[in-house]
């Protein structure tokens, strides 16, 4: 069975920095495409960063040199370093795992960032 548990999250000031983690179990390995998403109050989930191949990575625009994804295969965890926080950056973010067909995702971690 895939599980993906996040932890990392927290408050931070503006400018802050944060890492995010994300263990997988049940079959999930470097090869699989993984990425992070968040959802602020009321709006829709979003794209943030995508680790595709275990080597490749894709950020949304907003991220773009601020955010860093990656994975440590030997751990089973994928990362998500973050920093120059902005207040924007302010959401519940959610690690996602493809296979088998399908997305599997993880129950979300909050970040909230304070100016």
């Known amino acids: 069975q895939v599980q993906l548990v996040e932890s990392g999250g927290g408050s931070v000031q503006a400018g802050g920095s944060l890492r995010l983690s994300c263990t997988t179990s049940g079959g999930i390995y470097s090869t699989n495409t993984m990425g992070w998403y968040r959802q602020a109050p009321g709006k829709e989930r979003e794209f943030v960063a995508g680790?595709?191949?275990?080597?490749?990575?894709n950020y949304a625009d907003s991220v773009k040199g601020r955010f860093t994804i990656s994975r440590d295969n030997a751990k089973n965890t994928m990362y998500l370093q973050m920093n120059s926080l902005k207040p924007e950056d302010t959401g519940v973010y959610y690690c996602s795992a493809y296979s088998r067909g399908r997305n599997y995702w993880g129950q979300g971690t909050q970040v909230t960032v304070s100016s």
């Open positions: 680790l595709y191949g275990g080597r490749n990575t």
